[in-house]
């Protein structure tokens, strides 16, 4: 019998003694362990979350005057008239420049650098285009509206703001096809209840802008009407005019045409040539569950209650870091709860502003809203009561040092 | 009578199909000064009868129009949000936008939102999208609507009337209350009209989901004579393509003939339209008439039934239009038609 060679069975391996655990090192301690390149963040000692102090009936009057007005984009009129007439008693000056922006400035005692504050006073809507022989009216869109909330609503046309409804063929009349077809926006009428071309010229000319006839009102915690986006900013606006006068000149711009293009606010940003700017402005909460109720939705954008908006990066800007933690620290410091907009999507004023000449660092703050670009908006009250919180006190303790580097 | 005013009073009151009580009560209180008798059924449609001047047993015309509308019914609580199915029928094209009430615990306004593509399934993020992938929000934090919502509670449409010219009105569920509105006119006129036949004007209920109303009232009642009031399409920019299904706003009733229909009675309110000189159309139609006409023509042993239409824009949406003259022309016509019944009138009905 073949021996196969002995070999040399290894000595069993001592039983490993039960060694004493290590202790798993945290994350921290082992960045700890390495100087790293970045500094840790401070995180500001956060003193608790307060409740903002409620709206007052005068503020919300302003905000329900404003919402209630008609001002589409390239015909801000209505809009602009109460905001003169809201401004006029709290600002030095005062010029609606050639686009139709109201630039106002409320001097301070400083040396006079100018801080730019913005808000759109524009909305989406539309514009009639044509008249056809049954007496309705053909109309085009101004800005980005989604074709299929159009129908079946009520609006008012033109500065006499006459009532109409965008009208829709019954189901009962429609075969399967169309009635799961979206009806384009050239499709539609709007019927002022008028039966020929020329009964409706004499109410709604070809050129009269359209809004939806929605008005605003007080629900629980939110406040709901149209065109919150932007006239949410413009309150806020006033209300930091009525309040100062601020270490530096406040130049307030309630804008034109932001919903077409971002428009009036280069023309602004150029006038003014601030040495910073902030834009007010509302963002899409898209904070609705998920079809699949599995499915977590991660895409929100911003949230309604979790405070105002701060803007890092939308689709068109790269806000000014400085800005951005200056107002972060501000509200950490007051109590103010805040969130910052999730990056990537969309777009404000700000997107003009800071290419304007040789560049303003820029920062946006926005009140979340649902459903903006509707017939019916959403917000919270506290949430906006928070931004015109978080705006006061930013105004109140701004200086240069803030962009120094 | 103020026809708008009215017509904004009827349909200021919800009434859901199977839920018509509180409409219900703000038509009680409208017929029973023009009524004598006032009787709920078992269903909950509302009876009132005005008794005719001919020796008992008199004969009776029921008048039928539906009192239910159309609306929503919350099917899950999402949090704060409300996913809803329909009751009759919904039009899902015309919903994301529309403001609502919720009728939970208390009445809470709220509205109809078309969530984000990314949260809607693929299929449903293009076109039209469906009822069921549509939330209502009602303003509140989750706790609140937990407190005050549950499943099975019913969403009515809140969008507020609106005059547009001449005598036009859009308001929600014009499908039916203009009828009512019609039978309202009608009784008005026959205080001051003597008539041989009982009337009794039967608010019906749950017409959109299967003219169940119409079906038991009618035999319950077990009428000589039906006319079923209901809304017909009205012409208009949306309906080019349907000229002989659509009629004009402003044009008055639209009679209707066809299978449903009894031809002799509807031929004799034709003639009591032309005497009267009361601006009618009339329409064919060649089956289901879509009304209470269809459940109570096979009633019992079969009752003879007529159907007036009340020309109607956008049907089935927050925003249904109508002309004021129309209603107030039906319920002319139909009070003229009754002020003109012979006792016997049913002996010379013929089918040809």
Known sequence: MAQKPVSQKPAPKPKARPRP?????????????????????????????????????????????????????????????????????????????????????????????RVLVAAHMDEVGFMVSGHDADGTLRIEIVGGVDDRVLLGKHVLVGAKRVPGVIGVAPVHLLNADRRSAVTKANQLRVDLGVES??????????????????????????????????????????????????????????????????????????????????VLDCTPAHDLPHSDEERENAQYNTRLGYGPAIYVADASTLHDARLVAYL?????????????????????????????????????????????????????????RNSVKLMKLALEGWTTKILKR | MDVIAHLKELTSAPGLSGYEAPVRETIRA????????????RLGSLWATKAGTAKAPRPKIMLAAHMDSIGLMVTQVAGEFLRVTQVGGIDARVMPGQLVTVHGKEDLPGLVAQPAAFLLPKANREGVVPLGELVVDVGLPAERVAALVRVGDVISFAAPPRELQGDMLV???????????????????????????????????????????????????????AIAVDVAFGSGANVKDSPDRTF???????????????????????????????????????????TDAFG?????????????????????????????????????????????????????????
Not at chain 1, 40 to 56: H, L, R
Not at chain 1, 74 to 100: S, T, W
Not at chain 1, 345 to 371: C, E, F, K, M, W
Not at chain 2, 30 to 38: D, R, Y
């Open chain 2, 296 to 352: 109570i023509q096979i009633a019992r042993a079969g009752i003879p039934t007529a159907c007036l239409g009340i020309p109607l824009r956008n049907m089935h949406t927050p925003v249904e239009q109508l002309s004021a003259k129309d209603v107030a022309r039906t319920g002319r016509l139909i009070a003229e038609f009754i002020a003109g019944l012979k006792e016997d009138f049913v002996s010379t009905l013929t089918l040809e």
């Open chain 1, 21 to 113: 655990a290590r202790p798993v090192a945290k994350p921290a301690a082992k960045a700890a362990a390495r100087p790293s390149r970045r500094p840790a963040p401070v995180e500001p000692a956060a003193p608790p979350i307060v409740k903002p102090p409620k709206a007052t009936a005068n503020e919300l009057d302003l905000l329900k005057e404003l919402s209630n007005a008609a001002s589409v984009s390239g015909d801000e009129g209505a809009v602009r008239k109460i905001i003169l007439d809201a401004i006029r008693p709290h600002v030095d000056e005062v010029n609606v420049d050639v686009m139709g922006n109201v630039l106002a400035i409320k001097r301070g005692p400083g040396r006079g650098e």
């Open chain 1, 197 to 278: 071309a020329d009964a409706a010229k004499k109410l709604a000319k070809a050129g009269d802008r359209g809004v939806f006839a929605t008005e605003f009102d007080v629900v629980g915690p939110s406040l709901r009407g149209k065109a919150l986006d932007d006239r949410l900013g413009c309150a806020t606006l006033v209300e930091l005019l009525r309040g100062g006068p601020y270490g530096f000149d406040l130049h307030a711009a309630f804008t034109v045409q932001e919903e077409v293009g971002l428009r009036g606010a280069k023309v602004a940003g150029y006038a003014v040539d601030p040495v910073c700017a902030f």
């Open chain 1, 328 to 384: 972060q620290a501000t509200a950490a410091g007051a109590g103010i709860p805040y969130q910052i907009q999730q990056p990537g999507g969309g777009g404000t004023d700000a997107g003009s502003i800071h290419r304007n000449r040789a560049g303003v660092p820029t920062v946006s703050l926005s009140v979340p809203g649902r459903y903006l670009h509707t017939p019916v908006s959403l917000v919270r009250a506290e949430d906006w």
């Open chain 2, 171 to 225: 308001a929600r569920y014009c499908d039916n209350r203009a009828s009512v509105a019609a039978l309202t006119v009608c009784l008005e006129t026959l205080q001051t009209r003597p008539h041989a036949w009982d009337v009794i004007a039967v608010a019906t209920v749950q017409e959109e989901v299967g003219v169940k109303g119409a079906l038991t009232s009618a035999f319950a009642l077990n009428p000589a004579l």
């Open chain 2, 248 to 290: 004009a706003l402003g044009g008055g009733p639209v009679i209707a003939f066809g299978p449903n229909m009894h031809p002799g009675l509807s031929a004799a309110l034709k003639a009591a339209a032309d005497r009267a000189e009361i601006t009618h159309t009339t329409e064919s139609l060649a089956s289901h008439s879509g």
């Open chain 2, 30 to 41: 409208a017929w029973a000064p023009l009524t004598t008798e006032i009787h709920v059924d």
